[in-house]
């Protein structure tokens, strides 16, 4: 019966493994789980866990993780050290795996636990997995494989020691063929021939290091759902055609059952986020979810402003759709009890399920995160926002219309502030923002000298306004508007008494002073005064 050990799971990795060191004693150790540690907000280490390093920066904290680590029971850590890691770790009780440095901790995460999931499958008694298919696929071929979906994402790939190039690791590492080799691609026609054929294509170019290639259209139903591929030679050729010929078929279904599966617990988990966010009940909430219905929530926005760098290729989602898509992997990377709903508009929302591994101050940091990870991977500007921490399912709804409500505040700020907020850190603005919205159907708050004097632009009653309005942002503190307006307290002075003159309002009366600054913040002038104007 197959088992996940520590050896089994460094087969899997295959070439994104650089170094480990590991002895005997500890290739048969089990892994059950893939944990990251950092730390500041990882999750806690457990027996049998392989242990992504993300927060060991220098030798040291290797050290002491590798130390955290062995206390804890766990089975293995990774690493990044571009020059190997200290001796001190890698003699220690828990064997140290090093990996690529440009290969990303999510990614990782998600190789390790796909890997682990899959053999969990299969020691149920369940079908063969894809990883199965493709190791047992390169076998016969006598080379190394990939498994690809439609849109030439990577879904799985053999692990045995035959020879790779710089191709085949960059696709593994982006988990899709870069770029520059899908132009070359196109422009080749192998793109047209692998739709027209029934028989693998051999792919070919003139690029210093890279092997050749043949690849056959894997077809269900009438149409292709994906692309099997495997690296050869000229000896070879013929010989692996007819695998690979005779594979496609089967490997075609393993690819639909694989996919099928992904998509009913994605569709769940789409469902769940939108019910939970209409306020309805959630069968199932801890299975999808990893929270009961009184545990805490919070409601998280995303909003990418711009396109990007360009489109995608085609089929590839927008931006909304990418930030959505990238959200997903990153809080599932980070094992957060979190669910993304579907996007239907300009906005991403996304459900957090509160708790000891995810408080609320947690969930402000993972805005942030997310924002800037998005913004990085993708070149988008992203705002972020988060809505009030309700303590139950029940209140989702309220939460999610305080993150839109943020949003917009968010959106009404063109300055160099802040692209993420909390409510309770912009609620007096949110509470602005809702009252402009009711002054606009408000008859008499449309009224009166100062909307007359808004609506001017003549420089005279811009400048009034203008210091009007600060000199009540700072409740009437003289000293604190001019500093404010670049000018002398005594033009201040002068200024406030001319708009008392000139609207008949007396800035002392209390209800007069209120109604002034409600209209002078609801309603902004025509343009904004340059400092000392």
């Given at each position: ?39 500041e ?29 062995a ?16 001796p ?52 016969l ?29 960059a ?88 996919l ?17 966010l ?58 957060v ?13 996304i ?37 009030a ?74 400048q009034?306004v ?39 309002l ?28």
């Amino acid at each position: 019966m197959p088992i996940s050990t520590v050896e089994w799971v460094i087969d899997q990795l295959g070439a994104l493994v650089l170094h480990h060191d590991l002895r005997p004693d500890q290739a048969a150790v089990p892994v059950s789980r893939v944990v990251i540690d950092d730390p500041e907000h990882g999750a806690p280490l457990s027996p049998g866990c392989a242990v992504l390093g993300v927060g060991t920066r220098t030798d040291d904290e290797l050290v002491a993780l590798v130390d955290r680590a062995a206390a804890a029971g766990a089975a293995m850590v990774f690493a990044k050290r571009s020059g190997g890691a200290d001796p001190r770790a890698v003699t220690g009780p828990v064997p140290v795996v090093e990996v690529a440095a440009d290969l990303g901790w999510e990614q990782l995460h998600v190789f390790v636990r796909t890997a682990l999931l899959h053999l969990g499958e299969a020691r149920l008694g369940g079908p063969r997995t894809l990883f199965d298919v493709a190791n047992t696929i390169a076998v016969l071929v006598d080379g190394a494989v990939v498994i690809e979906d439609e849109h030439l994402r990577v879904v799985a790939y053999s692990s045995l020691d035959h020879p790779i190039d710089e191709a085949r690791r960059a696709t593994i590492l982006g988990r899709q063929i870069p770029d520059r080799y899908v132009q070359q691609i196109r422009e080749a026609g192998i793109t047209t021939h692998l739709t027209s054929s029934a028989e693998p294509v051999r792919f070919d170019i003139d690029d210093v290091g890279m092997l050749p290639r043949l690849a056959i259209a894997l077809r269900a139903g009438g149409r292709t759902v994906g692309l099997l591929w495997a690296i050869t030679d000229d000896e070879h050729e013929a010989a692996a055609a007819r695998v690979m010929a005779d594979a496609a078929p089967d490997v075609a279904v393993e690819l639909l059952r694989h996919l099928t599966a992904d998509a009913t617990l994605v569709t769940d988990r789409l469902a769940a986020a939108q019910q939970l966010l209409d306020g309805a009940r959630v069968p199932h909430l801890r299975e999808l979810l990893g929270a009961e219905p009184t545990d805490g929530f919070v409601a998280l926005a995303l909003r990418p402003r711009g396109p990007g760098p360009g489109p995608g290729a085609p089929g590839e989602p927008d931006p909304v759709g990418r930030t959505a898509q990238f959200a997903t992997v990153y809080l599932d990377a980070f094992r957060v009890p979190a669910l993304v709903a579907p996007v239907t508009g300009t906005t991403v929302d996304i459900v957090v399920g509160l708790g000891e591994q995810t408080p609320a101050a947690r969930a402000r940091e993972l805005l942030d995160e997310l924002c800037a990870r998005t913004q990085a991977t993708f070149g988008l500007e992203v705002l972020g926002a988060l809505g009030a921490v309700v303590p139950d399912v029940r209140g989702v709804p309220g939460s999610r219309r305080d993150a839109l409500a943020v949003l917009e505040v968010l959106e009404a700020d063109d300055g160099p502030g802040s692209r993420t907020a909390g409510y309770d850190e912009v609620q007096s603005q949110v509470a602005l923002h809702e009252l402009a919205r009711r002054v606009d159907g408000a008859e008499h708050l449309g009224r009166g000298p100062i909307p007359r004097l808004l609506a001017s632009t003549a420089k005279p009653d811009l400048q009034l306004v203008e210091t009007v309005r600060a000199y009540l942002d700072t409740a009437g503190d003289v000293g604190h508007a001019a500093e404010a307006l670049g000018v002398h307290r005594n033009t201040v002075r002068y200024r406030v008494s001319k708009f008392e003159s000139a609207t008949g309002l007396d800035l002392d009366d209390p209800t007069a002073r209120l109604v002034a600054h409600v209209q002078l913040l609801t309603r902004p002038a025509h343009s904004n005064l340059p400092a000392g104007a």
